[in-house]
């Protein structure tokens, strides 16, 4: 699941190519589904998507209503929980595999951007 958001972040950032085709061929990235869901940015988020092709003005605005939307921090808080769980469960493993799985986490998990505020999810 981590690494599928995190994917869901890079294709979003790659709206000639990767973006694009998840709204032709996929299911959008989750900052945009989030964002979907506030009605304040719903009308501007759904107007970029209609468009055919995404001018680099047009994925700024996107990103701007995502923002406002607070879906970035609804997804790093999303991801905090999981990395949690995750390294929780790492603990559990047996010792030879333990350091293996945790380098793989730290690696899949991108760190929080330290201008987004978010408090640990319980």
């Not at 921090?73 to 949690?84: I, M, V």
């Amino acid at each position: 699941m981590l690494v599928i958001l995190r994917d869901d972040v890079e294709d979003l950032l790659d709206f000639e190519v990767e973006l694009r085709s998840r709204k032709k061929d996929e299911s959008l990235p989750t900052p945009i589904l989030y964002a979907l869901e506030n009605e304040e940015v719903k009308a501007g988020v759904t107007a970029v998507l209609r468009k055919g092709q995404i001018n680099e003005g047009d994925a700024e605005a996107l990103i701007s209503l995502i923002s406002k939307a607070k879906g970035f921090e609804r997804l790093w808080k999303f991801f905090d929980r999981l990395g949690t769980q995750a390294a929780h469960e790492v603990e559990n493993f047996d010792e030879k595999w333990k350091m293996a799985f945790k380098l793989i986490l730290r690696a899949v998990v991108p760190p929080i951007p330290k201008d987004l505020v978010v408090r640990r999810c319980s």
